[in-house]
């Protein structure tokens, strides 16, 4: 800065400063609102490493002490955590997997092949795109119960995969790729099949990957569904298995803790691995892409 | 056959319907496994609930046709208008408020530089719960005794067992938990307003609030009414955090619709009068995802 600066500069940088200064006291609330908006998932995480009585020590302690992995081990000892973990792993990957595949094929075809019956179709789908299948829960149980699938994950899976979103989603996709492309391939003598999965399929494979993980974020996470299917403690997922363990520690909070912890993990670290990717597919869920 | 082969045009549109329905079959291999799946697991209980709601079944779905017995039975039992009204007080608690604050969250992520990607997380990392993490996190936060806000605002409120405080607590974490995805689709809508009306109004001498009020606010109204339905649909579904932190508690103060469904149908095994909560349910959500498609002009593209 030269010492002869015009006077009308000197208050425009003035004013340019006092904005500077609420700019960062506005950017320091945001900060501090996020951390207090973390606060709880820190403090759940910082109670499942206390030992069990410095967890209602008062006044409270924001630091483990000594740092104690006890009720880690205790959770994985004494209740079938792994179980339902690897309950919950495989039923929402096979969940993932059949829904994008269901989607796509069934998506393909609305948008790129004319066939009879297709409008009528897509019509339905979107008709059911509002249904909520909370609403039928009753039914849907029955029908369940009839097929001797409660406590079966094929009870679990099958009317998850009955949802309309991933079709409805795919087809906009395919809608707005131009006919010429699919045509040209058809001309060379590829059939529909080749046509989806060597070139419809990559095109939109951004849009997969981010529907994958939601998908496998929301079914992990499904509470509803799960509860109401299986009642077999083995059977269990876990965000079902987890509030049954909770009543029998009692006022444990540190295992409490540390089970809510084990729980999150999976969801936790995909979502700060794959944040764009999340994002993408929220926004796509949410009929916003 | 063998005549035709003779005829060059016919065989061309013979071919042709060849390909034509080989495609149709296609197309049909490719739609049938999900149009299966979606008539059996969605379309025939959605039909099968009406019914059922004519009925006095059970949970195995054996009963005899009552008329419409149940549906006046709703309308005289207390329970239902309880759980009604409890609903609607869950849904004025939590939809207007967690789009206000979405909004509020968006408006001061967007404008931030190097911590924005930190500070989005720190608001959307709790959606990725799973519900009864959450339900457990805040079971410990605001714990009577031993919570840590009990213990450092020196109250002795049993939030959850209150009969004051257990749906505006229930709302509280509802809030903390899905705030992250109205933000997501806040920062959407922000980003798809041109900048250039913000240079223009600016010199025209334009700030501050004023900006907000008429440049953000009505260029960002389409994705607050989608918000406003989204959540609205959403709410009246509610079951997974009541049930789990105040089982519909006290005195049935945080009973709500889906829940009483659930506890006639599954814990008293009255299936159709279950199913006739459950057609109300429907009823309402349809309405309103009605409303939403109009709104957002889905279902043109059929």
């Known amino acids: 800065m030269t010492t002869t600066v015009p006077r009308a500069a000197r208050t425009a940088s003035s004013s340019v400063r006092l904005a500077r200064l609420w700019g960062g006291v506005v950017t320091a609330l945001t900060v501090l609102l996020a951390a207090l908006w973390v606060f709880p998932l820190y403090w759940a995480a910082i109670t499942s490493l206390k030992a069990d009585n410095d967890t209602i020590a008062n006044p409270p302690t924001f630091w483990p002490k000594p740092f104690d992995f006890s009720s880690y081990t205790y959770i994985l000892q004494n209740s079938p955590l792994v179980r339902w973990y690897a309950n919950s792993i495989l039923t929402s990957l096979a969940i993932t997997v059949l829904v994008l595949l269901l989607s796509l094929l069934c998506a393909y075809a609305l948008s790129q092949i004319d066939f009879r019956g297709r409008k009528w179709l897509y019509v339905l789908v979107l008709v059911g795109f509002m249904i909520p299948f909370q609403a039928s829960l009753i039914p849907l149980f029955i029908l369940i119960n009839k097929m001797g699938l409660v406590n079966n994950f094929a009870g679990l899976i099958l009317p998850q995969l009955a949802a309309p979103l991933a079709v409805v989603i795919y087809k906009q996709f395919f809608d707005q790729i131009p006919h010429e492309l699919g045509d040209a391939a058809r001309i060379d003598g590829a059939g529909e099949w080749r046509v989806l999965f060597s070139i419809f399929l990559p095109l939109n494979w951004s849009i997969t990957v981010a529907l994958a993980i939601v998908t496998f974020i929301a079914a992990w996470n499904n509470f509803l569904w799960p509860f109401i299917v299986l009642n077999d403690p083995p059977k269990l997922t876990i965000p079902v298995g987890i509030t049954q363990v909770q009543s029998a520690y009692g006022v444990a909070y540190a295992k409490t803790m540390a089970t809510a912890v084990t729980a999150a993990l999976p969801t936790v670290i995909a979502y700060l691995i794959f944040q764009r990717r999340v994002t993408e597919g929220v926004m796509a869920t949410a009929g916003l892409k | ?302």
Not at chain 2, 154 to 176: G, K, L
Not at chain 2, 258 to 275: C, K, M, N, P, T
């Open chain 2, 1 to 302: 056959m063998l005549e035709t082969v003779s005829k060059p045009g016919r065989l061309a549109s013979q071919e042709k319907q060849v390909q034509l329905r080989r495609r149709g079959v296609t197309a049909l291999l490719m739609v049938a496994p999900f149009v299966l799946l979606y008539l059996v697991f969605l379309i025939y209980p959605s039909l099968r609930v009406l019914q059922l709601s004519l009925t006095n079944a059970d949970l195995t779905g054996q009963g005899e046709y009552v008329g419409l017995s149940n549906y006046a039975r709703l309308l005289r039992e207390p329970t239902f208008w309880t759980a009604l009204l409890n609903t609607l007080y869950f849904i004025l608690l939590t939809v207007v408020p967690n789009t206000l604050v979405g909004l509020g969250l968006a408006l001061l992520v967007t404008r931030l530089n190097r911590l924005k990607g930190l500070v989005l997380a720190c608001f959307f990392l709790p959606y990725v719960l799973p519900v009864s993490v959450v339900t457990n996190i805040w079971n410990w936060v605001l714990d009577s005794n031993f919570g840590i806000v009990n213990t450092m605002t020196h109250s002795t409120v049993a939030w959850f067992q209150d009969p004051v405080w257990a749906m505006p607590a229930v709302a509280f974490v509802t809030i903390w938990w899905t705030v992250g995805f109205n933000i997501l689709l806040f920062i959407a809508g922000l980003q798809n307003i041109p900048p250039e009306i913000y240079e223009a109004a600016a010199l025209d001498g334009a700030s501050g609030f004023r900006l907000f009020r008429s440049i953000t606010w009505p260029n960002l109204w389409p994705v607050t009414s989608l918000v406003l339905l989204l959540q609205l649909i959403a709410q009246f579904k509610i079951f997974d955090q009541v049930y789990l932190l105040t089982a519909g508690g006290p005195f049935d103060k945080t009973l709500v619709l889906l829940l009483y469904s659930y506890r006639e149908g599954f814990q008293q095994q009255h299936g159709g009068y279950a199913s006739t909560i459950g057609v109300v349910l429907m009823v309402v959500i349809l309405a309103a995802s009605l409303l939403q498609s109009r709104v957002l002009g889905r279902g043109e593209r059929a």
